[in-house]
């Protein structure tokens, strides 16, 4: 049964990169009716936060991610976290060293440091394996100074292969690992040791991680081969790239999942433009549904080369999401932007929900975010904010005129619907020698404040008789 997991660190807000990550374990799974688990690492205490482990799931679980193990709490899952689980690190951690496969040692990086120096090594060659055979006396001489040992794991100098589902067969020649440390002086274990503990522990069959942790396979190989655990398989993600083809981050603009989310995607545009970033079908089809991609998702097909975030692409799709949903979802989704802007207060009424839901409906085609519902439905509610440029252009003292003539026979329409309105105001255009273009333009102006939108008729059907009345005349007054 396949198990995977996603297990980032609470230091800051979800990532796209990371996002993607989690996003192919989720699928990986789901594709193999597996399991998914979520794992906070969050043993680095001072770049962990709180704030930041419960922006996490919020934020996974918007797009559509959701995990199925972990405590109960209240009919959901919390995760599972590291700094629960300092007892089982300090246990096995005990057992490597009774066994032999760690070692107590009391340097001090400036200790190492400064010995790799003398011997004229290079100061990234990191440890000598200096306390590796230290005698009881060294130890207890140590001890006596008041030294606290950090617990070093001795690691087996021979070449490591890793099969690597996405990368094929990657060596590591020996000799290039010194002994590294699981457990630090102050019995906190250190990364690469509680996430083989876990591995292990929570029976991970593949680890799905990004590219930049490669490197770190062979100690984790070798540590799973410590503990007398099956070594799970790897596979490997390229690295996210921005449009530039240079590591994704904030220079490329917005980079967290809530950024994304707080400008107005849907969640189902995001989960369907993060599925292509490093994976794609056989066919170069982009727009698969959740159920879509639980089908066609494989491993096997994750690319090698970098993959690289084109914010346009995402724009577009969730333009192409947008008008496939319905005007209702969309209506709901940016009330917090309509309430944010003004436009509605809490508390709709069901004919004002009605109302909007048409108003919607109208805009659709033409709305990319939910931030822009506000900008496309405002005027429907509350008074248009008037963009000079139409004003200057369309609300002349000839468009006012025609305002002020067209006035009455709009007041006199009967029927105040797409037809009777288009009827009325076309019978007007002919009776008075005017050009429909000369007419459309000041009449949209008054009512909406700008020179795009919707369909003439439909928008002052929708609007109503009222309100535009009351906004046309805001335009004759003094003019002949
Ligand atoms: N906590 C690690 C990270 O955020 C993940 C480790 C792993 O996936 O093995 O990069």
Redesign the pocket.
Same mark, same amino acid.
């Given at each position: 049964m396949v198990r995977v +997991?996603f297990?980032?660190?609470p230091t800051g807000y979800l990532h796209i990169g =990371?996002a993607r990550?989690a996003l192919f374990n989720y699928l990986f799974a789901r594709r193999n009716n597996g399991s998914f688990i979520l794992r906070i690492?969050d043993t680095d205490r001072e770049r962990s936060a709180k704030e930041y482990e419960t922006a996490l799931m919020e934020d996974l679980k918007w797009f559509g991610i959701d995990w199925d193990e972990g405590p109960d709490v209240g009919g959901d899952f919390d995760p599972y976290r590291q700094m629960d689980r300092l007892d089982i690190y300090r246990e096995l951690s005990e057992k490597l060293l009774k066994e032999g496969k760690a070692y107590k040692c009391y340097c001090t990086k400036e200790e190492i440091d400064e010995r790799n120096r003398q011997a004229g090594r290079n100061e990234s060659s990191g440890y000598d394996n200096h306390c590796r055979d230290l005698t009881a006396e060294d130890a207890a001489k140590f001890e006596n100074e008041g030294r606290k040992p950090a617990l070093r794991f001795r690691f087996p100098q021979k070449t490591v292969k890793v099969n690597d589902l996405i990368r094929g067969e990657v060596t590591f020649e020996s000799g290039h690992i010194p002994d590294f440390v699981i457990m630090k002086p102050d019995g906190m274990p250190v990364?690469h040791f509680a996430?083989v503990v876990d591995d292990y522990l929570m029976k991970i069959t593949h680890?799905v +991680?990004?590219e930049?942790?490669l490197s =770190?396979t062979p100690k984790h190989i070798a540590l799973f081969e410590a503990l007398g655990a099956p070594v799970p398989q790897f596979a490997h993600m390229s690295m996210t790239l921005g449009p530039d083809k240079t590591r994704l981050s904030k220079r490329h603009g917005a980079t967290s999942v809530r950024a994304y989310k707080d400008e107005g995607y849907l969640p189902e545009a995001f989960f369907n433009y993060i599925s292509l970033l490093g994976w794609g079908a056989e066919n170069s089809q982009d727009i698969f549904s959740k159920e879509e991609l639980i089908q066609v998702f494989s491993i096997e097909r994750c690319q090698k080369a970098s993959a690289v975030f084109d914010p346009d692409k995402l724009l577009w799709m969730n333009g192409y999401y947008m008008r496939k949903t319905t005007p209702e979802r969309i209506l709901e989704l940016s009330k917090p932007f309509l309430e944010k802007s003004g436009v509605i207060k809490d508390g709709l009424s069901a004919e004002q929900v009605e109302y909007l839901e048409k108003a919607v409906a109208l805009e659709q085609e033409k709305i990319k975010l939910l931030k822009e519902v506000p900008y496309h439905i405002g005027f429907f509610v509350k008074n248009p904010d008037y963009e000079e440029k139409a004003v200057n252009k369309y609300l002349t003292e000839a468009g006012k005129k025609v305002l002020a003539e067209l006035l009455p026979a709009l007041e006199g329409c009967k029927e105040w619907t797409i037809a009777g309105l288009e009827g009325a105001v076309r019978s007007f255009c002919e009776e008075k020698g005017y050009k429909p273009g000369d007419v459309f333009h000041p009449v949209r102006v008054a009512v909406s404040g700008k020179t795009k939108g919707p369909g003439l008729f439909e928008m002052l059907e929708l609007l109503g008789s009222e309100k535009v009345t009351e906004r046309i005349k805001r335009f004759t007054e003094g003019a002949s």
């Open positions: +997991r297990a980032p660190s =990371n990550t690492e990364f996430v680890v +991680r990004g930049d942790h =770190n």
